[in-house]
């Protein structure tokens, strides 16, 4: 495993235990910054470090906005299930 999947795995493992601790706690800012964890986590898996930097230029920093992109990419590249 490289170090890249390695970091990748450990944000999105950060990220789940962000948004179990906003559910918890009732924290929604706490949740949100855990579903970005997750999705610059998993980012991060399947296409490098330096993509991310990519996406996060093209469609701003901001955490809603990458968070709506992600979600948008996350349905478009899940294959149809029957």
Known sequence: MNVDRLKAKWM???GDL???WGRWTRDESRQ???RYDQTVGLLQERYG???VGL???RYGKDQD????WAAGWEWRSTPERK
Request: hydrophobic content about 20%; proline content about 0%.
């Open 55 to 57: 996406i996060q230029e």
């Open 18 to 20: 962000k948004q179990r």
């Open 49 to 51: 470090s330096h993509h």
């Open 12 to 14: 999105q493992a950060k």
């Open 32 to 34: 949100r910054e855990g």
């Open 65 to 68: 906005d990458l968070i709506r």
